[in-house]
């Protein structure tokens, strides 16, 4: 470490992946145990025992996770901090970390623009039918019942059209200047937001395209449901790069196979994977990506800048604005949560 760091070494277990610049800061700030989930050969992801049983014989006091479970046996650890590059780490007990006396950071947004431009990606590919127009090429299908291309794959252009995007957090901050900048007039409906006023119906009634980046909560769950598909304009495209549980998926599959919608993007589906005989499979003008929203090496290297800055924020004595439990700070360690 060098000799003008403020800082006593510290000692830092590391699951999640991390790359870039701010690594270097990790680095000067604690001794790093690297073991990224992601790079493990079958993948490993730690329930909250084991990664208690990982940290203490690491011997760290810091630790940096991303799908891992933190939960009271974790907290039992002599641990200064944790860091989570999630959004929102839901792997983590947050209420047996406070009561541990363990400040949690985390890091919000750190995939923003990463989905963003897969939204925008799934949006495209699903309007102008390139999955399909792609794998008839692979086949030889280019002139396929005797008709070209040009005749069967012809779309509405984007420009004039009108999306509606629901939930305007950082990702649909991000999505909604990509959109306007390919001449879309772009909605927002989010009751946490003040200029996102709209009503959910009003945007559905609205919308030419409905793209769902809001959070997974007990009262979001579902939210899209036959009412709200059949809400939507005919031939309407859904997106949706959040989570699958924000959808009713039957009446999804109801609404492409009556018409009433046009076209469907999704990013994620219920259990990661669907079976070969999974009724949205049946449709060309579906397109599925396996839950990669956010994979990007920039992801990685912004939230290896969050992280990097949270932790010598903290352990500088200063109140990082990701901490989650800003309130055990200044309180003495409670190992035993009592």
């Not at 030889?140 to 252009?157: D, K, L, M, N």
């Not at 009724?279 to 839950?291: E, I």
């Not at 200063?318 to 409670?334: D, H, K, Q, S």
Request: include cysteine; charge should be negative; hydrophobic fraction near 45%.
């Amino acid at each position: 470490m060098a000799a003008s760091s403020p800082f006593a070494r510290h000692r830092a277990l590391v699951t999640a992946p991390l790359r870039g610049p701010a690594l270097g800061v990790l680095e000067e700030l604690a001794e790093l145990v690297l073991e990224p989930w992601i790079e493990q050969r079958p993948l490993r992801l730690s329930g909250d025992a084991e990664l208690a049983e990982r940290v203490a014989e690491a011997q760290a006091d810091l630790l940096v996770v991303e799908a891992d479970q933190c939960g009271p046996a974790v907290f039992e650890q002599p641990l200064r901090a944790v860091a989570v590059t999630r959004g929102e780490p839901t792997n983590v007990d947050l209420a047996a970390a406070s009561a541990a006396g363990v400040p949690v950071l985390h890091t919000p947004g750190r995939n923003a623009d990463a989905v963003a431009e897969l939204t925008v990606g799934l949006l495209l590919a699903c309007t102008r039918r390139l999955v399909v127009g792609d794998r008839e090429l692979r086949q030889g299908q280019v002139f396929a019942g005797g008709t070209i291309p040009y005749q069967r794959h012809r779309s509405w252009e984007l420009a004039g059209r009108t999306v509606g995007l629901v939930g305007l957090g950082a990702v649909g901050r991000a999505v909604r200047w990509r959109l306007r900048g390919l001449g879309m007039e772009v909605l927002a409906s989010d009751p946490a937001v003040p200029e996102a006023p709209l009503g959910l119906e009003e945007l559905l009634a609205r919308s030419d395209v409905v793209s769902v980046h809001a959070a997974l909560t007990p009262q979001t769950a579902g939210m899209i449901d036959a009412r709200a598909f059949a809400a939507m304009r005919p031939g309407a495209v859904y997106l949706n790069t959040a989570r699958a549980q924000l959808q009713d998926t039957e009446a999804l599959v109801a609404a492409l196979a009556s018409g009433h919608l046009g076209a469907c993007g999704l990013d994620h589906v219920e259990g990661e994977q669907l079976p070969p005989d999974h009724p949205l499979l049946r449709f060309d003008q579906v397109v599925l990506s396996p839950h990669i929203g956010g994979a990007t090496y920039d992801t990685e290297v912004r939230q290896t800048a969050m992280v990097a800055e949270g932790l010598c924020q903290l352990l500088a004595g200063a109140t990082p604005p990701t901490c989650l439990n800003p309130e055990v700070l200044g309180r003495p360690r409670n190992p035993a949560g009592r």
